[in-house]
């Protein structure tokens, strides 16, 4: 992968020096942070949990991870245009992690994001490449910003655990018991206020995909855009098959997502003397997978190609406003998933559906800026999914077993607050923010509370 993307800037820098008719534009910009951060967890979810076949801990594990840290945080853009004066442009856009371990969203890849475009000033661009889809890029292209480490969907969640508690099936223990698992708090709880398609922010904002954006028509923009598949990534190698999961080593074990997903957006933009306003909606469809898995199921030790759980198409949406007067800045989304993603085979009394509203309140005066946010999410249903790729019955599978036991009878609730200072030298930037996150769910007595402190500086060129 690094031998690609150092391909990549040679090709770069080569064309923009190339005596050819048609020049391009070479642009590199970057910005490295360098952070010290905080974070006081409810103990028993600020740990490892790692487990035998028998499910007891493995020597070790439960024990408390870190709760302080030095880190850093690295990214290279890279920017290749044709002339921008002309009426048809082209051009391409990399972004490259930076870091000397795993990037801060844990993708282990040189690369991040891919995406190349074609222009053309009377009827707009289409963007090809592992890259946002058109959808998810209204929801992020505000002129309004979180300040200093970016705020409820920042470098806070770096700093956290990503534990919940699981129940284990009746059936492998004497009586039920929940007991703690890393990595599946994202399912049971809406984590991220995105829609489907870049919830993670990585791997599967990732996928492989087309956008078509039209030039603004009296401050109007529309746009389209479509996914093959979720679980795919831009090289041939992790491309997926119709049923399956991601082939890639961080996600191999998770299920499938969806394919063939449509994404539509229109947003409008205008300005009255001081007053600039931006509203917009976006809303995706997609096909859910009938997830195919050669490992092992709890009821079946022979490993063998088996259709198990449905789950339900994806439907979500997404509005938000922004409104900025002089120095001052408002951003307030809500989104909704619906059912999207939970189990079509739902226990009597459960509940599924997953929601998310955030507010952003900004202040900039020169060099000083100043950010207060909040995010509010409910989800239900988030975990019968995962459960019901290990749970079936039937000859073909056709009837996965209702997993009652992670249903949810009421909504897991997250409530994420922050506030934000920083100063600007020109390229050099100083910050400080606070973040407080809750998870609850009543159903399980589940409480999880922290509070996380960074202070850091970042430069950007």
């Not at 087309?210 to 598949?229: C, G, K, S, W």
């Not at 997993?403 to 100063?423: I, M, P, Q, R, T």
Request: charged content about 15%.
């Amino acid at each position: 992968m690094k031998r690609m993307c150092y391909m990549v800037l040679f090709v770069a820098i080569s064309a923009k020096y190339a005596n050819s008719a048609e020049p391009v534009t070479l642009k590199l910009a970057g910005r490295v942070d360098m952070m010290f951060g905080a974070v006081n967890q409810t103990q028993a979810y600020n740990a490892t949990y790692v487990y035998d076949g028998s499910l007891d801990l493995l020597p070790g594990s439960g024990a408390r991870l870190p709760s302080a840290g030095l880190v850093e945080d690295a990214a290279v853009q890279v920017y290749v245009d044709s002339d921008k004066s002309k009426q048809l442009t082209y051009g391409a856009y990399f972004n490259l992690h930076a870091n000397t371990s795993r990037a801060s969203n844990m993708e282990p890849y040189f690369t991040d994001k891919i995406m190349a475009y074609v222009q053309h000033n009377k009827i707009g661009r289409v963007e090809v490449g592992a890259y946002p889809g058109a959808a998810s890029m209204f929801e992020m292209q505000s002129f309004i910003e979180s300040k200093a480490a970016y705020g409820v969907e920042g470098f806070f969640s770096r700093f956290t655990n990503d534990t919940t508690k699981f129940a284990v099936p009746s059936f492998l223990t004497s009586q039920p018991q929940y007991l703690y698992f890393n990595n599946f708090a994202g399912y049971r709880y809406l984590i991220s206020p995105n829609l489907p398609s870049n919830y993670s922010g990585n791997s599967y904002s990732d996928a492989p995909k087309i956008n078509f954006y039209t030039q603004p028509i009296e401050n109007l923009t529309l746009a389209v855009n479509y996914i093959p598949d979720l679980d795919a990534q831009s090289g041939i190698v992790n491309l997926r098959t119709k049923d399956g999961g991601p082939v890639d080593a961080e996600r191999r074990l998770n299920r499938g997502t969806f394919r063939n997903i449509i994404g539509l957006g229109a947003r409008y933009t205008t300005a009255i003397q001081d007053v600039k306003f931006i509203s917009y909606i976006a809303a995706e469809f997609g096909t859910a997978k009938r997830y195919k898995t050669d490992a092992v199921s709890i009821l079946n030790p022979i490993p063998m190609m088996i259709p198990t759980g449905q789950i339900n198409d994806l439907r979500a949406y997404e509005v938000g406003v922004s409104l900025g007067y002089k120095d001052f800045g408002f951003v307030s989304t809500f989104g909704d998933w619906g059912k999207t993603g939970t189990y079509k085979y739902a226990g009597q009394g459960t509940k599924q559906s997953a929601r998310y509203w955030t507010l952003l309140g900004t202040y900039t005066h020169n060099k000083f800026g100043a950010s207060i946010g909040y995010m509010n999410s409910s989800r239900a249903g988030g975990l019968e999914a995962p459960t019901s790729q290990l749970l079936y019955m039937g000859t073909n599978g056709e009837y996965p077993i209702v997993d009652y036991a992670n249903s949810d009878y009421s909504h897991n609730k997250l409530h994420v607050a922050s506030f934000g200072l920083e100063y600007d030298f020109n390229f050099l930037k100083n910050y400080a923010e606070i973040v407080h996150a809750s998870y609850k769910n009543d159903a399980i007595s589940e409480r999880n509370n922290l509070t996380t402190f960074i202070i850091g500086i970042r430069i950007t060129f």
